[in-house]
């Protein structure tokens, strides 16, 4: 059993779809998280230990990796696809309550910023370190952050914005979510976002990177 999550973990961190997914070159033509993941089901593992102990342990690897600039947005989006894949088997799990995800992360570009390289990024990495993710899209608003934090009980919202002249609008969101939500908890990145503009705003958390922000969120639900 042991084993087999440990391949899954590997096929994670290396990016390895399934057997027919050239990349990455030194597994070409091996099993990938899609078989891995479905002989683990068969095999009788318990789902939550292959989200925990497998696709998870992957992510991590990932993300520490992408931190310290080991690998790249290319490589990162490799292994989210291999994770993406993986889940769908792990689906019917969540559906029925086999499989407890550790809390709800929603995210979205804020107003007037319709970039989402970097929000997709996060997303994955989130979801695949064991969060349900509500993705907002680009150029959300306000109101419809609120309006998502109030269908999802204790959820953590994340702003994302690239550009210096959208990142403005993080202190009128941020601001407005608090007024209507006082115990709500925010979170904000991007390339132009920095811990200072986080304290001035009256934002909860600033991350660097996706992997400072999956640390920050399993600090506020252990």
């Known amino acids: 059993m042991s084993e087999l999550l440990a391949k899954i973990a590997e096929c994670i961190e290396f990016g390895k779809i399934n057997k027919a997914a050239p990349y990455p070159p030194q597994m070409k033509g091996q099993d990938g998280a899609d078989e891995f993941t479905a002989k683990a089901i068969e095999e009788g593992v318990n789902a939550q230990d292959i989200l925990t102990e497998g696709l998870m342990v992957g992510m991590q690897k990932v993300g520490v990796k992408f931190r310290e600039n080991k690998v790249f947005v290319p490589q990162v989006l490799m292994s989210a696809k291999a994770m993406s894949t993986a889940m769908l088997h792990l689906k019917p799990f969540f559906a029925s309550g086999a499989v407890k995800q550790k809390g709800t ?4 570009t804020v107003e007037g910023d319709l970039h989402d390289i970097g929000k997709n990024l996060v997303s994955m990495m989130v979801e695949g370190n064991g ?30 914005a690239l550009l210096t002249t959208t990142m403005v609008n993080m202190e009128k969101i941020t601001k407005a979510i608090k007024e209507e939500l006082p115990g709500a908890i925010v979170t904000i990145g991007g390339a132009p976002v920095t811990e200072d503009f986080c304290e001035k705003i009256g934002a909860d958390s600033y991350a660097a990177d996706p992997q400072g922000l999956v640390e920050y969120l399993d600090s506020k639900v252990a």
Do not use: M, R
């Open 105 to 108: 992360f929603i995210i979205g």
């Open 131 to 160: 969060y349900k993710v509500v993705d907002l899209g680009t150029d959300v608003k306000a109101e419809q952050y609120i309006a998502a934090l109030k269908e999802n009980d204790n959820a953590i919202v994340g702003l994302s």
